[in-house]
C-alpha cells in the first residue's frame, strides 16, 4: 500500500505515524520501455533491510574495491532523493526515521565514486547533482537552529515527539517504570497514556530528546555523554560530527575550484576555505585537550570539555584533503602525540576500542555493557582510524591495526561457521556479544551468510592495504602477538 506523505514533514506528523510504519520510497528509474523501477541499494545485512546512513558510506569504499562503481553510485543517488525530497540523509529509509539524520558522509562518498567514474562530462554533471545536495545539507540540517550551538559547533540532535518507534515495546520500562512511579500510576498504564499524549512531563521529554541525539550520533549507545547519572547527547558538540563537517567544507571548496574554476553561480570555493578555517579553529578551540594530547566532545550547556576517551579522537586526523597538507587539523607533531597517547588506551588485542576501559568504567553502570563502549570495536572506525594513521604517515601501525582486526574477523569465521558480525569483542577477539541488542548475524538459527555491510567492507579495505609479507601471516592465521610489525 502506497501512502503520500505531506509537503512538510514536522515532528508531529511523524508521532502520527505510530502504528503504521514503513518503507520510504527512495530514487525511481524509468527503463527505456518506460517501465519504473527503483534505483538499487546496499542494506547492512540480517535483520536490517533498509539503506542506513553512515553505514552506506562505508559499503561503498567496500563496493568500490569489489569494482561494483553502479552500486556505490547508486547508493549516493539514493542519497541525494533523500535530503530533496526528507530534508535529510535519513538514519534508514523507514518512515519512522523522518525526524533524525546520522553522520554525515555525501562529499566523501560523492568523492570517492567520482573519482572511480570516467572523467568526463556526465560524470561532472553527476557530481554537480551530489555537490548541489550537500550543501543543502549542510545548510538546512547540520547548520539549522536545533543543530548549530552558541560555540559555532554543531551538535547531534532528533527533533521527534516522545518514544523513538522503532525499538522494542519494553525497551525503556525502567525508566518509565520510575516515571509511573511518579506519576502514581503502573507501569503500563502510564506508558499509554505517555505515549497518547495524556501525560506531559518535561523531564521524560527531555530524556527522549538526549536520547535522540544520541541515535543520530550513530553510536547508539554509549555513556560517552552520561553525566550525573544522566545521558545528555544533546548537550554535547561532538569531535565525530564537527570533523565530519570540517570534512564537507574542505571537499567542497575542492570540488568548486578544482572541478568547476569557481564557475557554479552563488558559491566560491574561497568562502567555503574560510568556513573550514573558523571550524577548525574552534576545533582546537573547544575539543582539543594540549595536556592530554586528544580531542573530547565539549559541553556546551556546562561549558565544560568531555573527559570521555573515544576512537572519535582520531576523526580530525581523518578529515583532510589528499595532497593538501594545509588542510589538516593537526601539525605532524602534535598529530604523532594524539595518536600514540589515544593508542594507548584504546588499541586491544583484536582492533581499536570504541571507547577506553578507565571512561566506561568511571562514568558507566556496572553490569549493564553499551554496544558503542568498551571492550567493543567497530568497523567503521577501524576504517576511519586506517586511513587518519596514513594520512600522517603511520603506515606501519596503521598495518598493525589492520591485521588485529582481520585476524579477528577471520578467525571467528573459521571457527564459528562463517559467521561475520556487527562488531566484535576486541577485547577477547571474539564475536559473542550480548551487550544491548546482541550482535546481528551470530544466532545459529539466523546466520547472514552475505555477512554485515561495513564488516565486508572493513575486510575488503583492510587487505587491500595489509603488506604481502603481513597476507602471509593472515593466511596462515598467525595471532597478531607472534608477528613482527617492524
Known sequence: K?????????PAFAKSLEGKHGLLTLKLQKSEAGEISGVPFVVPGGRFNEMYGWDSYFEALGLLQDGRIDLAKALVDNFIYEIEHYGKILNANRSYYLTRSQPPFLTSMALSVYEALPQ????????KMALRAAIQEYHTVWMNKDRLTETGLSRYYGS????????????????FQEFADKHHFGLAEFKKRYKAGEINDAELDAFFRHDRAVRESGHDTTYRWRRNGDDRGANFVTVDLNSLLYKYEIDIAYILKEVFDDAISSEKSGEWAA????????????????????????????RVQSDYISA???YPLWAWRPHQPETRILD???????????????????????????????YGIAGLERQWDYPFGWAPHQILIWQALRNYGQDQIAGRL?????????????????????????VTRSHKVFAEYGNVGTEFSYMTREGFGWMNASYQIGLNLLSGEWRASLEKLVPPEWVDFH
Request: proline share 4%.
Open 332 to 362: 605532524e607533531q602534535a598529530a604523532e602525540r594524539c595518536i600514540h597517547a589515544a593508542l594507548s588506551h584504546l588499541e586491544s588485542n583484536g582492533g581499536v576500542l570504541s571507547t577506553a576501559q578507565e571512561s566506561r568504567e568511571r
Open 275 to 302: 568556513r573550514a578555517q573558523g571550524r577548525k579553529a574552534l576545533l582546537l578551540k573547544y575539543l582539543w585537550n594540549d595536556h592530554k594530547k586528544m580531542f573530547f566532545d565539549y559541553d556546551f550547556v556546562n
Open 2 to 10: 502506497v501512502e503520500k506523505l505531506p509537503a512538510e514533514i514536522t
Open 120 to 127: 568526463n562530462d556526465h560524470s561532472k554533471e553527476w557530481l
Open 312 to 314: 572519535t579522537t582520531f
Open 160 to 175: 521527534g515527539i516522545g518514544v523513538p518507534p522503532e525499538v522494542e515495546p519494553d525497551h525503556f520500562d525502567e525508566i
Open 402 to 426: 589492520i591485521y588485529k582486526w582481520l585476524y579477528t574477523i577471520v578467525r571467528n569465521a573459521e571457527n564459528y561457521n562463517g559467521t561475520i558480525p556487527e562488531k566484535y569483542n576486541v
